[in-house]
Nanobody, 124 residues
Framework: QVQLAESGGGSVQAGDSLTLSCVAS????????MGWFRQTPGKEREFVAA????????HYADSVRGRFTVSRDSTKNTANLVMTKLEPEDTATYYC?????????????????WGQGTTVIVSS
């Protein structure tokens, strides 16, 4: 089992930046791909960004590419999502997810473990 705990959500203005963090425990961090997803009420959860087990490959949704950056710190068992140029459309609950490492990070499925979510609100 993997336990994931997100932090860093909050309320910001459009154009601001925010960093989300996810601490993983329960399994060797370097064996896990880490992903970020988001969901708004009434909509399906959507993929945001992911980073592979080694930190050598990343993948982003088109809507956030160039504005969001995903990274990982193996010394702290932490995955981070730096969000810049935030837009009201980025308002959502953000979830951290983990899966056993796969061949390609561009596959957005098969995430097995999920955090409880952290809420981001962007006001115009």
């Amino acid at each position: 089992q993997v336990q994931l705990a997100e932090s860093g959500g909050g309320s910001v203005q459009a154009g601001d930046s925010l960093t989300l963090s996810c601490v993983a425990s329960g399994r060797t961090f370097s064996s896990l791909d880490m992903g970020w997803f988001r969901q708004t009420p009434g909509k399906e959860r959507e993929f945001v960004a992911a980073i592979n087990w080694a930190g050598s490959s990343t993948h982003y949704a088109d809507s956030v590419r160039g504005r969001f950056t995903v990274s990982r710190d193996s010394t702290k068992n932490t995955a981070n999502l730096v969000m810049t140029k935030l837009e009201p459309e980025d308002t959502a609950t953000y979830y951290c997810a983990a899966r056993n490492s796969m061949m390609t990070i561009t596959t957005t499925r098969y995430y097995t473990w999920w955090g409880q979510g952290t809420t981001v609100i962007v006001s115009s």
